[in-house]
Protein backbone atom coordinates (compact mmCIF):
# COMPACT_ATOMS: atom_id res chain seq x y z
CA UNK A 1 0.00 0.00 0.00
CA UNK A 2 0.95 3.48 -0.23
CA UNK A 3 -0.19 7.17 0.74
CA UNK A 4 0.14 9.55 -1.77
CA UNK A 5 0.06 13.11 -2.09
CA UNK A 6 -1.67 15.57 -4.67
CA UNK A 7 -1.08 18.97 -4.96
CA UNK A 8 -4.17 19.64 -7.82
CA UNK A 9 -3.60 16.93 -10.26
CA UNK A 10 0.16 16.47 -9.90
CA UNK A 11 1.16 13.55 -7.94
CA UNK A 12 3.82 14.78 -5.91
CA UNK A 13 5.67 12.10 -3.49
CA UNK A 14 4.51 8.30 -2.73
CA UNK A 15 5.05 6.56 0.20
CA UNK A 16 4.67 2.71 1.01
CA UNK A 17 2.79 2.23 4.15
CA UNK A 18 1.74 -1.20 6.06
CA UNK A 19 -1.52 -2.54 5.52
CA UNK A 20 -1.41 -3.79 8.97
CA UNK A 21 -0.89 -0.64 10.62
CA UNK A 22 -3.46 1.88 8.23
CA UNK A 23 -6.37 1.32 10.64
CA UNK A 24 -4.34 2.66 13.63
CA UNK A 25 -4.71 5.96 15.12
CA UNK A 26 -2.13 8.44 14.22
CA UNK A 27 -0.07 6.00 11.77
CA UNK A 28 -1.26 7.53 8.41
CA UNK A 29 -0.78 10.87 10.16
CA UNK A 30 2.73 10.97 10.61
CA UNK A 31 3.24 10.42 7.23
CA UNK A 32 0.89 13.16 6.17
CA UNK A 33 3.20 15.95 8.84
CA UNK A 34 6.30 14.34 7.61
CA UNK A 35 4.96 15.15 3.61
CA UNK A 36 3.45 18.58 4.54
CA UNK A 37 6.63 19.43 6.25
CA UNK A 38 8.76 18.32 3.28
CA UNK A 39 7.13 20.30 0.98
CA UNK A 40 5.97 23.35 3.12
CA UNK A 41 7.14 25.89 0.55
CA UNK A 42 5.50 23.91 -2.71
CA UNK A 43 2.21 23.80 -1.03
CA UNK A 44 2.32 27.66 0.13
CA UNK A 45 3.27 28.33 -3.36
CA UNK A 46 0.02 26.61 -4.78
CA UNK A 47 -3.86 27.62 -4.46
CA UNK A 48 -4.63 24.39 -3.74
CA UNK A 49 -4.28 21.98 -0.29
CA UNK A 50 -2.56 19.37 -0.61
CA UNK A 51 -4.65 16.27 -1.30
CA UNK A 52 -3.95 12.15 0.04
CA UNK A 53 -4.59 8.97 -0.95
CA UNK A 54 -4.11 5.47 -0.14
CA UNK A 55 -3.94 2.76 -2.11
CA UNK A 56 -3.00 -0.62 -2.86
CA UNK A 57 -1.19 -0.57 -6.18
CA UNK A 58 -0.40 -4.68 -6.24
CA UNK A 59 -2.24 -6.31 -8.49
CA UNK A 60 -4.92 -8.98 -7.02
CA UNK A 61 -4.44 -12.57 -7.84
CA UNK A 62 -8.10 -12.16 -9.09
CA UNK A 63 -7.20 -9.77 -11.61
CA UNK A 64 -3.90 -11.06 -12.53
CA UNK A 65 -5.40 -14.24 -13.62
CA UNK A 66 -8.05 -12.48 -15.60
CA UNK A 67 -5.41 -10.77 -17.23
CA UNK A 68 -4.01 -14.09 -18.71
Do not use: C, H, W
Amino acid sequence: MQLMMFIGNDLIEAVPVSEERVSQPGYLGKFKRMLKDKYADLIRESSKPPEFLVTDITPSSQSASEQS
